[in-house]
């Protein structure tokens, strides 16, 4: 497997990644759908974790993979409560737009 990661040069990993963190930032600043925003933000940290497991892989230090998984279990952790406030806010003010939604200013 590592044989196989190690042909590709990690200039394609660098740009793919590059590539899939643009897009997911693009959907940050431009989508108003809470969550379509809460996807961009896990496809950015999804991008991140391939490219840290790339450079693992590369540098043969097992260390980044395992910081990968904690990530993982971290961004679980934060789909779980993003989801549940979404919901939340879904059953007070029947929209999830994020401009319809004023209840958080101050």
Request: glycine share 4%; hydrophobic share 60%.
């Amino acid at each position: 497997m590592t044989e196989t990661l190690m042909v590709i040069p990690i200039l394609h990993y660098l740009t793919f990644c590059s590539v899939l963190f643009g897009i997911g930032v693009i959907g940050v600043l431009v989508k108003r759908n809470a969550l379509v925003i809460l996807m961009s933000i896990e496809l950015m940290i999804n991008s991140i974790n391939l490219l840290l497991a790339a450079f693992s892989t590369y540098l043969n230090d097992p260390a980044g993979q395992i910081f990968v998984f904690f990530i993982m279990v971290v961004a679980a952790a934060e789909v779980a409560v993003g989801l549940a406030i979404i919901v939340l806010i879904f059953r007070t003010t029947h929209t999830i737009d994020i401009d319809v939604l004023n209840k958080l200013k101050w």
